[in-house]
C-alpha cells in the first residue's frame, strides 16, 4: 500500500513490513480517522517507484458496484433516449473489473467494445433514507472507472446487465483520492476519455442530471449502503456507439480516462484468448 502527497511522491509499505495498516477496504470500514492514521503511517515509508510495482484495484470486491447509466444530457440524446427523471442503474460484478495498466479484454463473442469514462464515488459510512443535504458525508473518496460495455450484447434484451459485465472490462483505478482534496461531489471536475491519444470525451462533472448527492439519496431509498460500496456515476457524450462510423475498441489500442485532481486510468486492449477445442 502506497501513498502520495499533492505534489510529493509515493511512500509506503509491504504487507509484511511492521507498522503495515493493512488493506485498504479495512481501513475504509473503520472510517477516515482510521485512513488518515494510515495515511502517516505509509507517508514515513520509503519512496515507491511506480514504475517498479505492479498496480492493482484500489478495492478488488466492493460489497455493490452501483452503475448509473444516461446521467449527462448529452449522452443521452446521443443514445437516442430522453434525460431521465429518475436515474438508470445497473449493477456490476467484481469479475468485471480490472485495474489500471492492465488489459481490457475485447471478448470474442463481439467486435462491439466501446469506451465510457466516469467518475467514481466510494462509500465510507452507509446507511438507508440519507438526506441530501447529508449525502456527501458519506462519501470518503473519489476514484476513475472505465465503463467498457459490449455494446451488441447490452441491447440483447432491456437490461443491461450482461453487456456491462464481461470479464475484466471494467476498469478501476489506479488511485483513490480523499474527498477532502477534491470539490464537494467532485463537482466542476474535467473529466476526459482519450483513444489511441485522441480525444473522444470531454466534459465537466457538472454536466451530470443527478449530482454525487443526489445519487446516493436516491439510491439509499431502496438499499442499504455499506462502506467499501462504490458508486460508478456516468459517462458523458462521445461515445463509440453513437458515432457516425461507430468507434469501438479493438486489439492493441489504448483508452485512457483522466478526471482533473484524480489522475489518469490508462488500460490497452488485448482481444480474449480462447482455449483451442
Not at 2 to 13: C, D, S
Not at 159 to 168: P, R
Not at 260 to 274: A, F, K, P, S, Y
Amino acid at each position: 500500500m502506497a501513498v502520495a502527497g499533492r505534489e510529493g511522491p509515493f511512500h509506503g509499505l509491504l504487507s509484511g513490513d511492521a507498522g503495515y495498516p493493512g488493506p485498504l477496504d479495512v481501513l475504509i470500514s473503520k472510517g477516515s480517522d482510521a485512513l488518515n492514521a494510515a495515511a502517516a503511517t505509509l507517508a514515513k515509508g520509503p519512496v515507491i517507484n511506480l514504475d517498479q510495482v505492479t498496480l492493482q484495484l484500489p478495492l478488488p470486491a466492493p460489497g455493490k458496484i452501483i452503475c448509473v447509466g444516461l446521467n449527462y444530457v448529452d449522452h443521452s440524446i446521443e443514445s437516442g433516449f430522453t434525460p431521465p427523471d429518475c436515474p438508470t442503474v445497473f449493477t456490476r460484478f467484481a469479475s468485471s473489473l480490472v485495474a489500471a495498466g492492465k488489459p481490457i479484454i475485447r471478448p470474442s463473442v463481439s467486435t462491439q467494445l466501446d469506451y465510457e469514462g466516469e467518475l467514481v464515488a466510494v462509500i465510507e459510512t452507509g446507511g438507508r433514507h440519507i438526506a441530501e443535504a447529508d449525502a456527501l458525508d458519506h462519501v470518503i473518496a473519489y476514484s476513475i472507472f472505465n465503463d467498457a460495455s459490449v455494446r451488441d450484447y447490452q441491447k440483447k434484451s432491456p437490461q443491461w446487465t450482461i453487456g456491462k459485465n464481461f470479464d475484466k472490462t471494467g476498469a478501476f483505478g489506479p488511485y483513490l483520492i480523499t474527498a477532502d482534496e477534491l470539490p464537494p461531489g467532485g463537482k466542476g471536475l474535467r473529466i476526459q476519455t482519450r483513444l489511441n491519444g485522441i480525444v473522444v470525451q470531454d466534459a465537466l462533472t457538472d454536466d451530470m442530471v443527478f449530482s454525487v448527492a443526489r445519487l446516493i439519496s436516491i439510491l439509499s431509498e431502496a438499499i442499504t449502503l455499506s462502506p467499501g460500496d462504490i458508486i460508478v456515476s456516468g459517462t458523458p457524450a462521445g461515445v463509440g456507439m453513437a458515432r457516425k462510423p461507430p468507434l469501438f475498441m479493438k486489439h492493441g489500442d489504448v483508452c485512457e480516462v483522466e478526471i482533473e485532481g484524480i489522475g489518469i486510468l490508462h488500460n490497452r486492449i488485448e482481444d480474449e484468448t480462447t482455449p483451442a477445442a
